[in-house]
């Protein structure tokens, strides 16, 4: 169980285009899922809470309107690198934390999304 | 705030040998503590973790770790390290059940022939 997919596992785009990365959870709904950039060797960091219904929560330094998050389900939540550059290149994480139940405690991550821009 | 320090970037046992990576934390009140595991170009899957009660908790594969609040220590350890445990490890905290998680900058676990 808690299972969290990501789509699509990899993606190469050009530099301008817009990419839409996807997050659900597949065995459990998620009131409320974080996104993640992860640059190589590098840690984990958060770049915004999202929450179904409502507008998503982004971190100090992350520009919402090139990174849009929508939270439309109780099982999906989508990221679009709008105008992605090299720079946005990385490993894009997703994770769900469950809405109800003994796991609302532990975030659950999906397997990631590496985005190359060329 | 909550911070986690992870002592290591990378850490070499030989198969076999104990397996002991350290993490300290900074936080304002009782924290909720997590292991993860990420192998290479993967997602981050959770090892084990600690909310409350038994300061010594188990987890998958293995690995187990003790949370010393004297110490702000929650490091994680394995009796006999196993090739297949060559990965990266983040340490990392919360400060509630609602509040986001705070990660460390991770340890790579290599494991010697």
């Known amino acids: 169980g808690a299972v969290v997919s990501q789509h699509p596992s990899r993606v190469i785009c050009k530099s301008g285009t817009s990419v839409k990365i996807e997050c659900r959870s597949l065995d459990f709904q998620a009131t409320t899922m974080f996104w993640y950039r992860q640059f190589p060797k590098q840690s984990l960091m958060l770049m915004a809470t999202s929450n179904e219904g409502s507008k998503a929560t982004y971190e100090q330094g992350v520009e919402k309107d090139k990174f849009l998050i929508n939270h439309a389900s109780l099982t999906l939540s989508t990221l679009t690198v709008t105008s992605a550059h090299p720079e946005d290149s990385s490993f894009y994480i997703c994770?769900?934390?469950?809405?109800?139940?003994?796991?609302?405690?532990?975030?659950?991550f999906g397997p990631g999304t590496r985005l190359t821009v060329l | 705030a909550q911070s986690v320090t992870q002592l290591g970037s990378h850490v070499s046992v030989s198969e076999g040998a104990l397996v002991l990576l350290r993490c300290n934390y900074s936080s304002s009140v009782p924290p909720y503590l997590f292991w993860y595991v990420q192998y290479p170009n993967q997602g981050l899957q959770l090892l084990l973790k600690y909310t409350t009660g038994a300061t010594l908790v188990k987890g998958i594969n293995g690995f187990e770790a003790e949370f010393k609040k004297s110490e702000t220590s929650f490091h994680l350890t394995k009796p006999s390290a196993h090739m297949s445990d060559a990965a990266e490890y983040f340490c990392a905290v919360r400060k509630n059940r609602d509040d986001k998680i705070i990660f460390g900058k991770g340890t790579r676990l290599h494991i010697l022939p």
């Open positions: 994770s769900a934390r469950e809405s109800a139940g003994e796991r609302t405690d532990t975030q659950y």
